[in-house]
């Protein structure tokens, strides 16, 4: 093998037959396994980062998928089977350890929590709170904590996010009610309501703490949306309900009622539901296909999965 500058680069190549030895980055996977507001940690066994702290995580093997790699990596490192949530990120780490490489990262739920233990490649591993975070040693994943962190707190906390074409979506004020009940009449089933009704859902908005309202505003500050949410316990789970999700018109086809959605299933995650419900028949064939469109079952009530 002979150095020689091929595409720019040099690179060891056979003077003989051609060949070429190329440095390509290694895929690894990692994972977020999250228990109640806490994140999975392992102390790790062996180089590199000997006794650091870091999330479970490791190479994908050449016959195995990216997501089997992440049950696998989680199950042999701290003893949980788990479920994958969603895909949470793929972050680059040209500068190793020890070899370049890229790793994607996947949010995931335990299925069998009391059976965490530190397992293959792991000294320890324990639950940790975000105030109790250790130092972790990849740059890599203390870039994907943080925004871990900062999702969870908005999603926990926060009260105002930025929107799409400049709007902002709030939680409902005071102020806000009686358009939001003007936005109501969107709804095929709310078209006629009577003073009664209208002034039966503005005491629910006063006084319903079981139920969150969130609203579209746009840079005029005018309400042109709303979502309403409201959350159940059962002896197994607790539900989620979008009980609304209105857009005004002129308003429409901007990303506002995906923006509401997304927050809608957020919130949904944060309060611990393991699915969102809607019931379809109160909405219009357009609001119907926008729920489709947005994973909902084709059924009365309609569900998707979030965990």
Known sequence: MRLSVLDGRSRWQCPACGYVQYENPVPGVGILIEYEGQLVLVQRDR????G???LPSGFIEADESVEDAA????HEETGLKIELLELFGVYSFPEGPPRSGLIIFYRAHPLNITELHAGDDARAVRLFTPDEFPPICFRTHREVIARWQTMRELAVNGNQESGPSGMTIRRAQPADHAQIVELMRLIPDE???TQGEREHVLEELRTNGSVEVWVAESDTHAVVGFCALSFTKTLTETRAW??????????????VGRAMFELAMRRARARGAAQ???DSTRGSPSAQDFYRACGFDAEEIERIRIR
Do not use: I, T
């Open 276 to 278: 969102l419900l809607v």
């Open 71 to 74: 049950v696998r990596e989680a």
């Open 242 to 255: 979008l009980d609304a999700l209105v857009v005004e018109p002129s308003s429409r086809r901007r990303g």
């Open 47 to 50: 180089p590199p980062r000997e």
């Open 191 to 193: 078209a006629d309501m």
């Open 52 to 54: 650091e702290w870091a």
